[in-house]
């Protein structure tokens, strides 16, 4: 089973190799890749070193699959590459996510819909894989009619110069070159590029992702995204309009029983999910569950999860998981 990281030494691909390692996925071979002026680099994974190799080298060595983390303009390029050597791509970048012919998949969500013809599989925005973890289970009992969320996303979702410049602020500096002001002490609403519609690339992406992975382009949803001064996990304010009325408990329940979903709801006792508990963890955490008294059946949560991990390289990790499970790789 030759494994191939694309990407391998960004955030996003470091954490792909820690979670490839700690789920014991039957990697043989490692094929750390990177842009040409990371090639000869090492990476560890599994108490071993591996140099860095250009994709070009990659793609001669067949791997089976590649876990790709290096932006969309490279995966519009190299995916089709490595597919036509008969290679699983599973691409975390927005480039593949809504074109037709292409799977975008949470596996507890809607991990039936690959077939052995998937070849280049994509890898959700890491704000829309939590929130579809939590409003799947409810649509499927509820049926969900409107979503309106907002976001509250930490700085390594852009990466380890937006982790690096956070740190540096805290530490006096003033510089602001990733993000276009200041992020320490400070809440910037706007992740990725504004459209004319007034809209951001990410809260656009968010809109378009969720009908896509439950399957159902009648629900309606909006979004908000915002940028907070935290280093890992994103957290989201979401308020459901479902078909149906509910009570608060059975919410609870259901959401409890769904896989890869902790429920945390002890206001009494100031339990509710935090990015700083969420950290380094795979699951998608979910409190604040309560009633909307504003209008008929609609109910409040806040959900947290860690962006790298549940948000990027699990999710990936899971989707090869599936692959191989089902004897396509």
């Known amino acids: 089973m030759k494994v191939a990281v694309v990407g391998a030494t960004g955030l996003v691909g470091s954490t792909m190799l820690k979670i490839l390692a700690e789920r ?24 071993k070193e591996y140099a860095v190799v250009s994709a070009d080298t990659a793609i001669s060595m067949k791997p089976a699959v590649a876990l790709f983390s290096a932006g ?15 290679c699983r791509v599973i691409d975390n970048s ?39 973890m939590v409003l799947n289970p ?14 509250y996303q930490s700085v390594s979702g852009t990466g380890q110069k937006a982790v690096k410049e956070l740190l540096a602020q805290r530490g006096g500096s003033k510089e602001h070159t990733i993000y276009p002001h200041q992020i320490d002490l400070n809440v910037i609403p706007h992740i990725d590029v504004f459209q ?12 378009q992702e969720t009908c896509k992975i439950m399957g159902d382009s009648n629900i309606r949803l909006t979004a908000t995204t915002v940028r907070v001064p935290v280093i890992g996990g994103h957290s989201e304010s979401v308020n459901i309009e479902l078909e149906h009325d ?13 896989s890869g979903v902790v429920v945390i709801d002890n206001p009494s006792m100031n339990g509710y999910p935090m990015p700083i508990d969420a950290e380094g963890k795979d699951e998608v955490f979910v409190g604040r569950i309560r ?17 790298l991990r549940k948000g990027a390289a699990t999710n990936a990790v899971q989707i090869a998981k599936l692959l191989r499970n089902n004897g396509w790789i």
């Open 24 to 47: 014991d996925f039957p990697v043989t071979e490692l094929i750390p890749v990177a842009s040409e002026k990371s090639v000869g680099a090492i990476v560890s994974y599994k108490g």
């Open 72 to 86: 969309g303009a490279l995966s519009l390029e190299l995916a089709p590459k490595f597919a036509a050597i008969g």
């Open 94 to 132: 927005s480039a593949w996510r809504m074109k037709e012919n292409i799977k975008l998949v949470v596996p507890e969500v809607n991990g039936h819909v690959l077939t052995a013809d998937d070849y280049i599989i994509a890898n959700p925005n890491c704000s829309t894989i939590q929130m579809v």
């Open 138 to 151: 409810i649509h499927k009992k509820y049926g969900i009619k409107r979503v309106v969320v907002s976001t």
């Open 196 to 207: 004319e519609n007034g809209y951001t690339k990410e809260e656009i992406k968010m809109m």
């Open 246 to 258: 509910f009570h608060e408990s059975d919410i609870k329940e259901l959401l409890s029983n769904q």
């Open 291 to 307: 009633r909307d008294h504003s209008q008929p059946n609609t109910l409040n949560c806040w959900i947290v999860s860690d962006n």
